[in-house]
DNA sequence: CTAAAGTCCGTAGTCGCTCCGGAGTCAAGT
DNA sequence: ACTTGACTCCGGAGCGACTACGGACTTTAG
């Protein structure tokens, strides 16, 4: 089949295939004569559990090493779980991080009682740290780029 | 006071700073003679602004308005707060998505006995997805960057 | 006086795509 | 046969928010 038909069948865009092949996530697609790649089942296959992993949130990295031991089937899948678990411990670190962000945002919120911006509490609030609960200074993020999950309509 | 004073007194990366000023965010800082920024009371509290707003997950974007309307102290806040609540909901719709791949994760790993690779519930499920409960095909982000919030250890 | 630490600058790399433009190919309709 | 439109190719640039690097310079401590 088709790139086109590809991405159809593996829920991936197009686009994205090719990215994968030229990070060499995918092997070099054949071509027909015209220079179209073609692919065949197996691939899509791949193409799907690669998808499904990032529907998953694991890195293309993990997805790689996760391939690479789901080739090796004779084996017991012991570090495959190793990495699944360790991978919903670092999901979990995350919702807690913004779990926290959300309780922060919404006492800041329900501070403001929307009289003027002099004494808007959001405003306050973001030029000084909260500190009403812990000592702890920085109670987030820091160390990584934004987190979009599950934001519906991301994207132009 | 030097950069480096102003990224411990705000608790922003010294390229960070340098990074802030480039972009725009941060208007040029003065120099001395030799060349070296000098930053003023009012530069570290924007900055320290910058640096709270991104723990709570706002965009730079995001951050450049609030600092637009902070400016203007003589209005009330409703867009401010408006904005705030905009931006809890986008994180309230975030943890929500990272909790449905943290239960479909989790319920994958219950089902992987740790029995060969070949029947292993992890790489079965990477590959076709579970479908157990929602006839929904795509349940999970899609649309957006790998989520990092709340990652403790980041970062080489 | 020397060595270490700090600062400067511009550039490139990170991640995971997504979009662009220009060129070639193919299938369907007139 | 010809046109139209859809599809595919490719390399490269752009996003967001940094972070790292390298080479030149200055300052500071011993």
Redesign the pocket.
């Known amino acids: 089949m088709?790139?086109?038909?590809a991405a159809a069948a593996s829920g991936c865009?197009?686009?994205?295939i090719?990215?994968y092949e030229r990070i060499g996530l995918l092997s070099k697609a054949a071509r027909r004569?015209?220079?179209?790649?073609v692919y065949t089942h197996a691939e899509v296959e791949r193409l799907r559990f690669i998808t499904r992993g990032?529907e998953l949130g694991f890195?293309?990295?993990e997805i790689q090493s996760l391939l690479a031991l789901a080739e090796q089937t004779d084996m017991p899948c012991a570090d495959v779980d190793r990495m699944a678990r360790q991978h919903l411990a670092d999901i979990q670190g995350r919702i807690q991080a913004l779990q926290r962000m959300a309780q922060e945002l919404a006492r800041t919120i329900e501070g403001c009682a929307g009289g003027a911006r002099a004494r808007c509490a959001i405003l306050g609030d973001l030029q000084a740290p909260v500190d009403r609960t812990a000592p702890n200074t920085s109670s987030a993020p820091k160390?990584g780029?934004?987190a979009a999950a599950g934001r519906p309509g991301a994207?132009?």
Chains 1, 2 share one sequence.
């Not at 004569?33 to 790649?37: K, T, V, W």
């Open positions: 088709k790139i086109s038909e865009h197009l686009e994205t090719r990215y004569d015209n220079g179209y790649r990032r890195s293309l990295e160390g780029r934004r994207g132009p």
